[in-house]
């Protein structure tokens, strides 16, 4: 999962341009792996000033891409970028400052510098946000709080912020308990590849809540969720021993289609 979502966030770095950079070219040595040439194209225009490419770069640095990893140098370039006010470097600083990587942890910290990108409409940082309510890190516990800021990435088609808010309407906190609602949200993160998704969709189906309970698609989405790097909880074995044998047989078919359709294969 955490490579998928690397390649996704840097794509949308280089979506936007940053002067004369080869954008087809970087995407190109990206996802070939070829992370030496990427670090070589945004060192210059990261140099010259460019705020996008700050935050490449630090992004780089603080994931060893190109670069031995060095979260000291993540951090400056991550502060060049806040100072020209650009939301994702925020959001990257604040991600620092919460994991003490460079810095001391900080919860406080994290929260500042993900509430700046967030009031900008970056929606990873509203996520994040969402989540230190939710946890009561750096701010007072708010569900309520927590919600809110989760909608407002969800508005933008934020998967990880989908699961999240299927979590809260699962679990009661914020909002009404309705598993149906969970069951929505999380299904829609599903679709789109979400293995932690994946599996609490699974879940949902053995249990029979929020749905009719239905051990062939509980199989399918473990299975698929498993595959694509979830392996804690229920396993597709446990849910098959609630099967007959036909319905084993359906749920195989149907796990290796989702896993086409659905499953997180960068995680491999």
Known sequence: MFRKLIIIIFLVF???????????????AYESGDYKTV?????????AGDAEAQTDLGFM??????VPQDYTEALKWYRKAVA????????????????????PKDYTEA??????????????????????YAEGRGVTQDYSEAVEWFRRAVAQGY?????????????????????TEAVKWYRKA??????????????????????????VQAYAWIYTARLGGNTSGLTPAEIASKMFPEETTEATELAKEYWEKYGNKTNL
């Open 84 to 103: 020209q006010g650009y939301a994702l470097g925020q959001n990257n600083l604040g991600v620092m400052h919460k994991k003490g990587h460079g810095v």
């Open 190 to 215: 599903a679709e789109q590849g979400d293995a932690l998704a994946q599996y609490n969709l699974g879940v949902r189906y053995a249990e029979g809540r929020g749905v009719t309970r239905d051990y």
């Open 61 to 66: 640095y603080a994931n060893g891409l190109g």
């Open 39 to 47: 670090t070589e194209l945004l060192i210059p225009l990261a140099e």
């Open 159 to 179: 998967v990880r912020a989908q699961y999240n808010l299927g979590a809260m309407y699962a679990n009661g906190l914020g909002v009404p308990q309705d598993y």
């Open 111 to 132: 929260v500042k510098w993900y509430r700046k990108a967030a009031m900008q409409g970056n929606a990873r940082a509203q996520d994040n946000l969402g989540g230190m």
């Open 14 to 28: 280089l979506s936007s341009g940053c002067g004369t950079f080869d954008l087809e070219s970087a995407r190109q």
